[in-house]
């Protein structure tokens, strides 16, 4: 089945985001977003059958970032926490706000 999407040609037009500001509260939510992300992706791999391997490979299903997060290398710690924070900034930029719980008593 041919898929005409795929012959179309595509430029993505993400927003501009670059004056949202993030509060220091934000930027640390970040991080644990980046967690959760990589948790989230890291779980839909194992069940459709990936792997730990010490190099990505499709054919085999192996991938060296199978790992808990904090042992991933910087690089691929940058991808999680740019969506994470791209994600934030949109949020705010359609006019939401987000503010920290509660203190716990």
């Known amino acids: 089945m041919n898929n005409p999407i795929a012959k179309t040609p595509w430029t993505p037009h993400p927003a501009d985001l670059s004056e949202v500001r993030l509060t220091a509260q934000l930027e640390a939510l970040v991080e644990r977003l ?8 890291a779980q839909e ?16 299903r192996e991938t060296p970032c199978l790992v808990p997060y904090e042992a991933l ?7 999680d ?9 949109m949020i705010l930029s359609l006019g939401y706000q987000l503010s920290p719980p509660s203190p716990r008593v």
């Open 73 to 79: 290398p910087e690089e691929e710690k940058f991808y």
């Open 34 to 41: 980046a967690q959760n992300i990589h948790d989230v992706w």
């Open 45 to 60: 791999r194992l069940a459709s059958g990936w792997r730990y391997g010490p190099r990505r490979d499709d054919e085999a």
């Open 81 to 89: 926490r740019r969506i994470a924070d791209q994600t934030l900034r």
